[in-house]
Nanobody
Framework: QVQLVESGGGLVQAGGSLRLSCAASGRTFSSYAMGWFRQAPGKGREFVAGISWSAITTYYADSVKGRFTISRENAKNTIHLQMNSLKPEDTAVYYC?????????????????WGQGTQVTVSS
């Protein structure tokens, strides 16, 4: 079992930056592919970014490419999402997720563990 706890959300003005973190505990974190998803009010959960266990492979949604960067520190059982040039449409609850085999994917159904989420609000 893996427990995931997100932090770093908050209120920021458009154009600003935030850095989200996700701390993992439990089984061998370094072997897991990890992902960030988000859910805006009234919408379904959508893929934001993913990273392989080795950090060699990363994926991004087109809407955040060039603005967001996913990274991981296996020694600290932590992943991060650096979010720059934030837009009001980035407002959502952000979730981290772990997949216990394979590469990260864009499908939420292929992840095995989820955090509780952290709110990001971008004001215009």
């Amino acid at each position: 079992q893996v427990q995931l706890v997100e932090s770093g959300g908050g209120l920021v003005q458009a154009g600003g930056s935030l850095r989200l973190s996700c701390a993992a505990s439990g089984r061998t974190f370094s072997s897991y592919a990890m992902g960030w998803f988000r859910q805006a009010p009234g919408k379904g959960r959508e893929f934001v970014a993913g990273i392989s266990w080795s950090a060699i492979t990363t994926y991004y949604a087109d809407s955040v490419k060039g603005r967001f960067t996913i990274s991981r520190e296996n020694a600290k059982n932590t992943i991060h999402l650096q979010m720059n040039s934030l837009k009001p449409e980035d407002t959502a609850v952000y979730y981290c997720a772990a997949r216990d085999y394979g590469l990260p994917t864009r499908s939420e159904d292929e992840y095995d563990y989820w955090g509780q989420g952290t709110q990001v609000t971008v004001s215009s």
